[in-house]
């Protein structure tokens, strides 16, 4: 926790103060796009198998078919592991290794995930804030524009390190228990300042 709060620290400037700080909710292991993204998953696994099954069986008349096995059955059915369960263990890390902050002057995604990143917009940048909710009362905030799709992703856009903190695009808050806790103080930021 110690080098946690150094990390957050360094990322302060002069006179800023933290109002909120949390992670995302690493119970909520769905997304909306995960209604599209499972069976794709699973058809994909299924693919997987098949091929690598067929592979397997042609080797066995000619054994020197097996590197073959290795370079495209291996890859192939690795890939459609992690797009059926390994994901969302993936997500899981992720999230574990992920932090939100809000200060007076702005909101901060901080991610420990291969490297330190750190992506934050000031409060007088944000132009509108967009959330989705589940039916619990968590969800999801995007400060600043948010394309349909990345909204419609969700936390699933997690399962890609390039979409980590960092990158270009608005400072996502995903899976907050406190949603509407957040977006009430980021609202009420913007407006008195």
């Known amino acids: ?19 909120w700080s ?5 119970s909520m292991v769905f997304s909306k796009a995960d209604v599209v993204l499972i069976p794709a998953g699973v058809l994909w696994a299924a693919m997987a198998i098949f091929f690598s099954a067929e592979i397997l069986s042609a080797s066995k008349a000619d054994s020197s078919d097996a590197p073959l096995i290795v370079f495209f059955a291996v890859p192939f059915t690795l890939l459609a592991f992690h797009a059926t369960l390994g994901r969302f263990v993936f997500r899981r890390w992720v999230k574990s290794r ?3 902050v809000v200060t007076n002057e702005r909101v901060l995604a901080l991610s420990r995930v291969f490297g330190d990143n750190v992506h934050a917009w000031f409060l007088d940048e944000i132009d509108q804030l967009t959330t989705v909710k589940s039916k619990r009362g968590a969800g999801s905030i995007w400060f600043g524009e948010a394309p349909w799709w990345l909204v419609f992703l969700g936390s699933s856009v997690l399962d890609a390190p390039a ?3 960092g990158n270009l695009g608005p400072v996502v808050f995903y899976d907050l228990r406190d949603v509407n806790r957040v977006y009430d103080l980021v609202n009420e930021l913007r407006s008195s300042g």
């Open 1 to 19: 926790m110690h080098r946690l709060n150094d990390f957050i620290g360094r990322q302060l400037v002069k006179g800023e103060e933290v109002l």
């Open 22 to 26: 949390g992670q995302p909710d690493p």
């Open 98 to 100: 992920t932090h939100y």
């Open 163 to 165: 979409a980590l903190p």
